[in-house]
């Protein structure tokens, strides 16, 4: 059968071959890709980290890779550090995935962000990583106030995972509204507002640090 996948990990296996962890839109799945090294079989790019490739496999619980594509290749990024970076991080993220997301719906959004990645690759990080905050199970709470529901909100608080009032915010601030457009929105990336992107990634990693317990290092 044929299928396609965002290639997260590869690792050796036995001697000449690797196991390769992919994304796809049954969640993360593992290939073994047999004579990868010094043979005529050329399985390289298929265990390259960040290449969206399509692969027949053998069918087994532990299938074997019969032949690849490369849909997108992340080598195109090799010169453009912020591609790179958002790249990296993106995989990340997707190495960590619960298991029980709604991967079929997961998936196409992946993609589409990996491959439209160079238009802004800060904003495509961004977006993106609002958007998974639901795989998570860890949503931003928007529309009303973390603490007493008052729907006259004055910020965000990233501490609190939400919108805060009057009441409850020490410092107000106008994030909210960037966090709504990114996180309920679906248009393409260059269609979102603009922000400024250094910020709004550290409220991210930090949001990721707090809620997720993940260090995305950002
Ligand atoms: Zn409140």
């Keep these: 059968m044929k299928e396609e996948g965002i290639v997260i990990k590869s690792i050796p296996y036995k001697e000449t071959s690797k196991i390769v962890y992919l994304y796809t839109n049954k969640g993360k799945i593992s290939v073994r890709a047999i004579g990868s090294k010094n043979t005529k079989k050329n399985t390289f790019g298929f265990g390259e980290s960040g290449n969206i490739v399509s692969f027949i496999t053998t069918d087994s619980d532990f299938p074997s890779l019969t032949e690849y594509e490369i849909i997108n290749s992340a080598y195109k990024y090799v010169n ?115 922000t400024n992107y250094d910020s709004l990634l550290k409220d991210l990693n930090e949001y990721y640090l707090i809620h997720a317990n993940i260090n995305l290092k950002l």
């Design 80 to 194: 453009d550090f912020d591609s790179i970076m958002a790249l990296g991080k993106i995989i990340e993220i997707l190495n960590y995935i619960p298991e029980d997301s709604i991967h079929n719906k997961c998936y196409p959004f992946v993609k589409d962000i990996l491959l439209n990645l160079d238009t802004n690759p800060k904003k495509a990080l961004a977006i993106f990583l609002i958007k998974m905050t639901y795989n998570f199970g860890i949503s931003p709470k928007l529309d009303s106030c973390v603490i007493c529901n008052n729907k006259n909100i004055k910020g965000l608080s990233i501490r609190y995972g939400g919108a805060l009032c009057s009441e409850h915010i020490n410092e107000s601030n106008d994030k909210i509204k960037i966090w709504t457009e990114y996180y309920k929105d679906k248009k393409k990336i260059e269609e979102y507002s603009d």
